[in-house]
């Protein structure tokens, strides 16, 4: 069976390799390969940190998806796989107050957590933080490396696809517009009608010599970021969150807000070097959890991912390759139906 994945994001290039080495004949097709959100995030692999409130069938795909990336990640080689875990920080009355809202949430749903003091994980963070929770079981990646070797292990063109038996639509935050979009995917790439809109996010690369090694994620006077430490010296900060169309734009607001809070949070980040500040556009549906499933026998949607496309790439290329060998996925696709807001 001949199939074409429209989009090499991580989730196509994701699910061309898994059905590569399941025996299928696949080409994944986009004349800008890893170029788009998955280029731009920071790797957070945050089952319970990015739970939230009426997620429930989300949190079980992340779950599911969480525990397979140790052997995704090592059938990839070094892609800076780092399982050390996470740390949520707060400071004012307010920050802590969203901390217990949030520790409540992960007990009622039995997710791994603990209160603790952040500063006695990490002494580098501010003395100003009043207040902290671990969540041991939230990892990182890094979606570069991912991306880099995911394409040397699968076909990519620039040109669109011939005559297949399958296409596999993952073209992100671009799957809803019409022909010749915005990126110019080869054969156009648009399932239009589908509700994936772009949520435009600025992330900032900073380089030093980091001296915590959890993610740390910092809920500070209403505000929020995250720090995302490399083994490579590779401080990554995020992010914004704005509906601004298919803009790319990265405004001086976004990187001045970002750098307040990180350095309010670690203030040894005052000192790193700047590296680059880009903005990604998420794949955001209308209940924030992806599009993955049968279109019509021979087309396959898998996007809509919004914040979760680089912790759910495993679990997607297993049930996608699942669809594509007509077996039964291993997770229940039924609240992922592309269909299920028509
Ligand atoms: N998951 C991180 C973000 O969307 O910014």
Same mark, same amino acid.
């Not at 970021?225 to 976004?254: H, M, N």
């Given at each position: ?92 009355? @307010?920050?802590? &107050?969203? #901390? !217990?809202? +949030? ?8 997710? /791994?957590?603990? =209160? $603790? *003091? ?23 990646? @890094?979606?570069? &490396?991912? #991306? !880099?070797? +995911? ?8 040109? /669109?696809?011939? =005559? $297949? *038996? ?177």
């Amino acid at each position: 069976m001949r199939v074409a994945v429209q989009g090499a994001g991580i989730i196509g290039l994701s699910i061309a390799w898994r059905a590569l080495s399941a025996g299928l004949d696949v080409t994944v097709h986009d004349d800008n390969p890893a170029r788009g959100a998955s280029n731009v995030a920071a790797g957070m692999l945050a089952p319970v940190a990015e739970a939230y409130f009426g997620e429930a069938d989300l949190l079980r795909l992340s779950l599911a998806s969480a525990a397979r990336w140790p052997e995704f990640a090592a059938g990839l080689g070094e892609v800076g796989y780092r399982d050390d875990g996470t740390l949520l920080v707060g400071r004012t009355g @307010d920050d802590l &107050r969203e #901390l !217990a809202r +949030l520790f409540q949430l992960y007990a009622d749903w039995r997710l /791994p957590a603990e =209160k $603790v *003091d952040p500063r006695a994980l990490e002494p580098a963070l501010t003395p100003r933080l009043r207040g902290g929770l671990l969540t041991p079981g939230d990892h990182q990646v @890094d979606p570069r &490396r991912v #991306l !880099a070797a +995911l394409r040397e292990r699968v076909p990519v063109s620039a040109t /669109p696809p011939g =005559k $297949v *038996d399958v296409t596999v639509v993952a073209t992100g935050a671009w799957t809803g517009q019409p022909r010749g979009s915005a990126i110019g995917l080869p054969g156009g790439g648009a399932v239009v009608g589908l509700p994936v809109r772009p949520v435009h996010g600025e992330v900032l690369r900073l380089r030093g010599e980091p001296s915590i090694r959890h993610v740390v994620r910092g809920y500070i006077d209403g505000k929020y970021v995250y720090i995302v430490p490399r083994k490579d010296g590779e401080v990554v900060v995020g992010a914004t969150t704005a509906e601004r169309g298919f803009s790319t734009r990265v405004t001086a607001e976004g990187v001045r807000d970002l750098l307040d809070t990180a350095i309010e949070v670690l203030p040894e980040l005052a000192d790193y070097e700047l590296v680059e500040a880009r903005a990604g556009l998420r794949p955001g549906t209308p209940d924030n959890a992806p599009l993955i499933g049968r279109l019509d026998p021979r087309t396959i949607v898998s996007t809509g991912h919004y914040r979760h496309g680089v912790l759910l790439a495993p679990i997607t290329a297993e049930v996608v390759t699942s669809l594509l060998l007509d077996r039964e996925p291993s997770v229940d696709l039924a609240p992922f139906a592309p269909g299920r807001f028509s």
